[in-house]
Nanobody
Framework: QVQLVESGGGLVQAGGSLRLSCSGS?????????MAWFRQAPGKEREFVAG????????TYADSVKGRFTISRDNDNNMVYLQMSILEPEDTGVYYC?????????????????WGRGTQVTVSS
């Protein structure tokens, strides 16, 4: 499994931006894994936000964040990023970084074997 640690969360006003970072351990393991961001709002189930394949050439986004969020990765430094713009109060939640050994990005959280502890994002109206 890949060890993951998120950072970059915080409090931001609606319309603002935040950049989340996820640091992974094990360079070889990290580079062959699909990476994704999920989020969980209070009282709701954890949901897929964005995913990126091992090379970074293929990305997938939830409809609710398309055009506002961008996922990227740096395999040389074992990092994954989520650039969030035009934030809305509905984006509030704990954001989790996850890794999967699958070949293609999936929105199914059961396919992800490694998870970070999460970072809180709060968007005020």
């Amino acid at each position: 499994q890949v060890q993951l640690v998120e950072s970059g969360g915080g409090l931001v006003q609606a319309g603002g931006s935040l950049r989340l970072s996820c640091s992974g351990s094990g360079r070889r393991e990290f580079s062959v894994h699909i990476m994704a961001w999920f989020r969980q709002a209070p009282g709701k189930e954890r949901e897929f936000v964005a995913g990126i394949n091992w090379s970074g050439e293929s990305t997938t986004y939830a409809d609710s964040v398309k055009g506002r969020f961008t996922i990227s990765r740096d395999n040389d430094n074992n990092m994954v990023y989520l650039q969030m713009s035009i934030l809305e109060p509905e984006d509030t939640g704990v954001y989790y970084c996850a890794a999967s050994p699958r070949l293609e990005v999936t929105m199914d959280l059961k396919s992800y074997a490694s998870w970070g502890r999460g970072t809180q994002v709060t968007v005020s109206s």
